[in-house]
Each structure stands twice: as C-alpha cells, then as structure tokens.
C-alpha cells in the first residue's frame, strides 16, 4: 500500500505537506501543492480513512437504520443521503434490522466508531442505551424522545387529499394502515383522517381503519391482504387512504381481481410519490414528501456543528393529483 511516506519522498516534501495538501487545511505553496497532486496520481495513492478515523477517534460514517430494504421510499432517502453525505466528505452505510433484533446492530454500531445514526426503523427501535452512544460522541437522530429529529408534516397533503375526496363526491373512505394497532394511534396521517374525515362531509367509521404486521411483511402484500380483507367484509367504501404507495399498489391488484372500478367505483391515494407510481393503472394519486429535503436534513444533523438536542426539521407534504381518483 502507498503511503503518505511514499508520496512525500517522490515530491520531495515533508510528510506534514501531504498532509495539509489532503486535507485541504494550511498553507502549502503552489509549486509543493503541485508536486504532491503529480506524486499522487503517478503513485495511485489512496487514502486510508479508517486509519485516520482510528487515529482521530472519529468516524466519517453515517449509519442508517432501516426494516424494509424494499421499499423504495428508504433507497430515495439514502440516494440523496449519500449525495449530501459525499459533498461532506462522509459516507453512508445502511444498516439493516432483521427480526427486530436491534441490540445486536446496535453493538455493531458502537464497535464500528460510527459518527451517527440516523432511524428511519422507525416503528421497532429501541434506543435505552443511548447514553452510550451519546458518550462516545455519536449523535442519535430519530432514535430517543428528546434528541434532534426530522418529522414529515403531512397536514397540508392530508387536508389536500381530503379535499379532492369530497370534490370527487366520496364519502365514505376507509383508510389502509398496514403498520400494527398499537402504531397506528401516533402515525400523523392516521390521525388527521380520525380527527377530520367528518370536517370534510365524510363519515368516519373506525372499523374502516385496518391496521397490518408491515413492516414485518412486504407493504405490496399488506395492502393486498388489507384491501380483500375490506371488500369480503362487505363494509361500503367509496375511497381508500393507504398509508404508503407500496400499500396502494397492493390495494390497486386487489380492487381490480375483485372487480372493483378505479376511479369510477372507488378513489385510491397513496403516500410517498415514488418515482414510478405515475405509471401504475390507473396512474396514483399520492401525497408527496421531499425525500431530498428528508435526507439533507437527516446528514445535516448528524455533521453541523450547531445541532442542540431540541433541533427538529420539519418536511412538508402535498398531493400529486393523477388518474385515481
């Protein structure tokens, strides 16, 4: 492996000026700085960062935390993360949480000397040893009651949504969850639909309100499974809410290999936006998040240096109208 000693005798500079010249911190001079650049390249020097890191007790990884590796929405996230993070100087490596087995990751994390962790996990985590991670320097977002976090808002998507219902002329609409009972109570979405399906002229039925085992099984399938469970309970239902596109695509191959119309019979809506859902069929109605503003922010905690424990960002919503209503 070449090392900065290497580099430094065929430039003929001290190992301190490869240092500064890697760094981009300290004066080096314009003839030395080109020397070192000319021996780098013909060396094919690469840099070691996880002995830097060993040598600075500082990490340049952002760790992230996730259940559904298929879902698209969280690869969105870490697309733009990972573009953010680069601009950063830092890298960013997905964790993934199998079984809920959470303490076993999180031991990977402290042993890896991760500069932060951010929990897009965000239904299983349980962070009761996050003092020691505090300890070691590793900001937590996402990860405990108190500490900085990036909430979605989806008001404004929700009221929107709600009112492209009731210009549709629906009234009855049923609101496909998919995450567990107990979740279901402080999702944000879920709630605006319980506290204001009846402002919009709807009927709220809490029976129409389904929750599933996502993110245990796959989004598609819960929807599927949610959406044949609504139509063979033969409960009305004019419209459907599902709580990711995921769900909603699910729900759509249901409605049609039970006959059902959509739009002209029932209106669907999704939530995420994902790149693709515009060529569904019909093509999904859906409440958008800004998935690059999620993510920037999400890096932005973890490296600036101006981050207290009470920092929140907030990310707006809105609908994206297309055929499925």
Same mark, same amino acid.
């Given at each position: 492996? $070449?090392?900065?000693?290497? $580099?430094?005798? /065929?430039?003929?500079?001290?190992?301190?000026?490869?240092?500064?010249?890697?760094?981009?911190?300290?004066?080096?001079? +314009?003839?030395?700085?080109?020397?070192? #650049?000319?021996?780098?390249?013909?060396?094919?020097?690469?840099?070691?960062?996880?002995?830097?890191?060993? /040598?600075?007790?500082?990490?340049? $990884?952002? +760790? $992230?935390?996730? #259940?559904?590796?298929?879902? @698209?929405?969280?690869?969105?996230?870490?697309?733009?993360?990972? #573009?953010?993070?680069?601009?950063?100087? =830092?890298?960013?490596?997905?964790f993934a949480v199998k079984d809920r087995d959470v303490r076993r990751v999180l031991d990977d994390l402290l042993s890896n000397r991760v500069c932060g962790i951010v929990n897009l996990a965000m239904f299983t985590c349980d962070f009761s040893w996050y003092d020691i991670f505090l300890e070691e320097g590793i900001r937590l977002i996402n990860c405990t009651a108190t500490g900085p976090k990036v909430i979605v808002d989806y008001t404004q998507g929700m009221r929107q949504a709600?009112? !492209?219902?009731? /210009? +549709?002329? /629906?009234?009855? @609409?049923a609101f496909l969850a998919g995450i567990e009972s107990w979740l279901a109570p402080n999702d944000l979405r879920?709630? &605006?639909?319980?506290?204001?399906?009846?402002?919009?002229?709807?009927?709220?039925? @809490?029976?129409?309100?389904? =929750?599933?085992?996502?993110?245990?099984?796959?989004?598609?399938?819960?929807?599927?499974?949610?959406?044949? #469970?609504?139509?063979? !309970?033969?409960?009305?239902?004019?419209?459907? &809410? =599902?709580?990711?596109?995921?769900?909603?695509?699910?729900?759509?191959? +249901?409605?049609?290999?039970h006959g059902r119309s959509v739009p002209r019979e029932v209106s669907v809506i999704g939530c995420d936006d994902l790149d693709f859902t515009g060529f569904f069929q019909p093509a999904l109605t859906t409440i958008a998040v800004d998935k690059r503003a999620e993510a920037y922010a999400y890096v932005d905690l973890i490296l600036d240096d101006d981050v207290n424990e009470q920092d929140t960002r907030i990310i707006g919503t809105h609908l994206v109208e297309r055929s499925s209503i």
């Open positions: 492996m $070449v090392t900065k000693q290497d $580099v430094a005798e /065929r430039a003929g500079v001290s190992t301190a000026t490869v240092g500064r010249v890697l760094s981009g911190k300290g004066y080096v001079s +314009a003839e030395a700085r080109a020397r070192v #650049e000319e021996a780098l390249k013909a060396l094919n020097y690469r840099r070691n960062n996880l002995a830097a890191n060993l /040598r600075k007790k500082k990490s340049n $990884v952002i +760790a $992230v935390l996730v #259940e559904d590796l298929l879902n @698209p929405y969280y690869m969105h996230l870490a697309e733009a993360m990972v #573009e953010h993070a680069k601009e950063k100087n =830092c890298i960013v490596t997905l709600m009112v !492209s219902l009731q /210009r +549709a002329g /629906r009234s009855r @609409p879920v709630r &605006f639909f319980r506290e204001n399906a009846e402002k919009y002229g709807m009927t709220y039925d @809490p029976e129409l309100v389904l =929750c599933g085992s996502y993110p245990l099984v796959k989004a598609h399938h819960v929807g599927y499974d949610l959406c044949r #469970e609504l139509i063979r !309970s033969g409960k009305p239902f004019d419209s459907l &809410f =599902c709580m990711t596109d995921m769900m909603a695509l699910g729900a759509l191959k +249901a409605l049609f290999d």
